[in-house]
Every structure is written in C-alpha cells, then in structure tokens.
T-cell receptor, first 109, second 114 residues
Framework: GQNIDQPTEMTATEGAIVQINCTYQ??????LFWYQQHAGEAPTFLSY??LDGLEEKGRFSSFLSRSKGYSYLLLKELQMKDSASYLC??????????WGAGTKLIIKP | IAGITQAPTSQILAAGRRMTLRCTQD?????MYWYRQDLGLGLRLIHY???????GKGEVPDGYSVSRANTDDFPLTLASAVPSQTSVYFC?????????????FGEGSRLTVL
C-alpha cells in the first residue's frame, strides 16, 4: 500500500530551527509537496520538490531524496506564527496525491 | 470574490437529510477537488474533476456525488447524510490536473451529522 509517515507533533522554541521529516512509500513518484495549515484554516502551499536536493525559500527550506523516499521541511528563525500543522503529500505514478496526517508544530516562547 | 469560496462554513445536519456543499472558484482552474479532513488522518480525496463536464472518484467516494457543469462550480452532495460523514470538507482547485502544481483550498465546510 501507499504510505506517508511524519511525526504527529513537535515542539520547538521561538528563534530556533526545526526539521520536520516525511518518509514515503508510494507507487511511483511525481513530486512531493509541503503545505502549512493553521488551526481552523485551509492548507496553504509551501513547497514542491521533484528533483533531489534542497530548495530554499526564505526561512523555509525543503529537501528531497528520492532514493531514500525521504523529505524534510526546515524552518529557521522560528516565529510564534509558525505554530501550525505541516502536511506532506506525494504525487504518485497516477498523479494522485497521497497525504500524510500532518505534523503539529508547537512553538514556545 | 477572489480565489475559492465554499458555503456553508458550518452546518449541523440530521441523519438522513440531503445536503449540498457549494464550491466556486474564479481562477479559471481546470482541476477541482473535494477532500475530507478528519483528526489523525491525512486529507482524503472524495471526488475530483479534471475539466468541466468530467468527474472522477477519489479514495472515499461512497455516499457523495459531484457535478461539474461549468469551470467555476463544483458542488458536493450528500444524498442521505450519516454520522460518519461528520468532517471538515475542503474544496480545492489547481491549474494543473496532473497534481504537479499548487493546490488552492477553500476555507472549509465543517459538517456535523447527528
């Protein structure tokens, strides 16, 4: 079966760095997405990786290793507004999105 | 309106009743999707439409139906609601039907079936 694994919850301190991991087993691969979802709100797009390596976008970076079925989202200089759930999703061989359950990130002062 | 709009934002419904969740987008996106989100689970695709006039079944289509009469609108109907359909429903759209592009989500419709 197809599966996306990410930690359920993580806690980090304001101003610090946090890495949220995502591992996947899917039938084929056509890209990996990260979305941010604040409580009670809609998910919003953060990043898309289709090739191996690191994509940097401001304080957020996303890394992909296709051979390892692994990605991470790196958040630097954490701010209180970064408290949210982070969703990992993979586009499989049929271009269907498979979603992880999300990682709830709690930022403490 | 700008983006993607869902209605209602919240609804309490008696089991057995019929309910339609509305979704409208003004971005002229070809692809539209309905997801449900339940605690502890990833987003699950209910139905999708790659272009006006076509629809397809997702991972959890039973008990739901959709139509896509035009580019902008993609309503989701629960013919006879059951308590297991209590969930938050998100409509989404994308310019790319191949799921290699960004999804734009509506604000969600919280549905409670009693």
């Amino acid at each position: 079966g197809q599966n996306i694994d990410q930690p359920t919850e993580m806690t980090a301190t304001e101003g610090a760095i946090v890495q949220i991991n995502c591992t996947y087993q899917t039938s084929g691969f056509n890209g990996l997405f990260w979305y941010q979802q604040h409580a009670g709100e809609a998910p919003t797009f953060l990043s898309y990786n289709v090739l191996d390596g690191l994509e940097e976008k401001g304080r957020f970076s996303s890394f992909l290793s296709r051979s390892k079925g692994y990605s991470y989202l790196l958040l630097k200089e954490l701010q209180m507004k970064d408290s949210a759930s982070y969703l990992c999703a993979v586009s499989d061989s049929n271009y269907q999105l498979i979603w992880g359950a999300g990682t709830k990130l709690i930022i403490k002062p | 309106i700008a983006g993607i709009t869902q209605a209602p934002t919240s609804q309490i419904l008696a089991a057995g009743r019929r309910m339609t969740l509305r979704c409208t987008q003004d971005m002229r996106h070809n692809a539209m999707y309905w997801y449900r989100q339940d605690l502890g689970l990833g987003l699950r695709l209910i139905h999708y439409s790659n272009t006006a006039g076509t629809t397809g079944k997702g991972e959890v289509p039973d008990g739901y139906s959709v139509s896509r009469a035009n580019t902008d609108d993609f309503p989701l109907t629960l013919a006879s609601a059951v308590p297991s359909q209590t969930s938050v429903y998100f409509c989404a759209s994308s310019s790319d039907a191949g799921n290699t592009g960004e999804l734009f989500f509506g604000e969600g419709s919280r549905l409670t079936v009693l």
